[in-house]
Antibody, heavy 118, light 107 residues
Framework: QVQLQESGPGLVKPSETLSLTCTVS????????WSWIRQPPGKGLEWIGY???????NYNPSLKSRVTISVDTSKNQFSLNLSSVTAADTAVYYCARVGGYHSPPSSWGQGTLVTVSS | EIVLTQSPGTLSLSPGERATLSCRAS???????LAWYQQKPGQAPRLLIY???SRATGIPDRFSGSGSGTDFTLTISRLEPEDFAVYYCQHYGGPWTFGQGTKVEIK
């Protein structure tokens, strides 16, 4: 059974870049889509973007100018970079596996809280 | 962008009762691209239903989804203690969007 684990700094300063990595175990990163989703404390879910293992991407239009999702197939990992962060980017960030194009995320990591504060 | 509006915001029910949760889309969407999730405190969301009515692997048959066009429903036929949680609907046919959630709490 595939498992996903997010890792990265829990505190990021305003205007800096938030960087997270999702490590996939129990299965190959190839042949699937991979996504990032976030949830501000006490609020609902917001899609950030997804990518295919080949590197093609699709981002939330409201975040597109600040988001980069990339993959490292040799390490079975994919990553999120979110630039120019503000306090509004404080959230639990989840990585997830997507079964295919136009499929919902079916396997999720446990999530990691990232706080944006000076 | 498809906006999903869930109602009610909170549903207060007792174990054994039937729960009916609504998700309304701002425009007609294909039922192929509507999902429901359950989220408990401190946990990641869990996929319950995809394609509006197909249960995900391992999901009990007391969970069922229905609907088409702009109106979709998640029904829990008999609430078990572990079903008290927040439920989200999601559209994944274009830019993904989520509803704001419905909390099912113990009455």
């Amino acid at each position: 059974q595939v498992q996903l684990q997010e890792s990265g700094p829990g505190l990021v300063k305003p205007s800096e870049t938030l960087s997270l990595t999702c490590t996939v175990s129990g299965g190959s990163i190839s042949s699937y889509y991979w996504s990032w989703i976030r949830q501000p404390p006490g609020k609902g879910l917001e899609w950030i973007g997804y990518m295919y293992y080949t590197g093609s991407t699709n981002y939330n239009p409201s975040l597109k100018s600040r988001v980069t999702i990339s993959v490292d197939t040799s390490k079975n990992q994919f990553s999120l970079n979110l630039s120019s962060v503000t306090a509004a980017d404080t959230a639990v960030y989840y990585c997830a596996r997507v079964g295919g194009y136009h499929s919902p995320p079916s396997s999720w990591g446990q999530g990691t809280l990232v706080t944006v504060s000076s | 962008e498809i906006v999903l509006t869930q109602s009610p915001g909170t549903l207060s029910l007792s174990p054994g009762e039937r729960a009916t949760l609504s998700c309304r889309a701002s425009q007609s969407i294909s039922s192929s691209y509507l999902a429901w999730y359950q989220q408990k405190p401190g946990q990641a969301p869990r996929l319950l239903i995809y394609g509006a009515s197909s249960r995900a692997t391992g999901i009990p048959d007391r969970f069922s989804g229905s609907g088409s066009g702009t109106d979709f429903t998640l029904t829990i036929s008999r609430l078990e203690p572990e079903d008290f949680a927040v439920y989200y609907c999601q559209h994944y046919g274009g830019p993904w969007t989520f509803g704001q959630g419905t909390k099912v709490e113990i009455k």
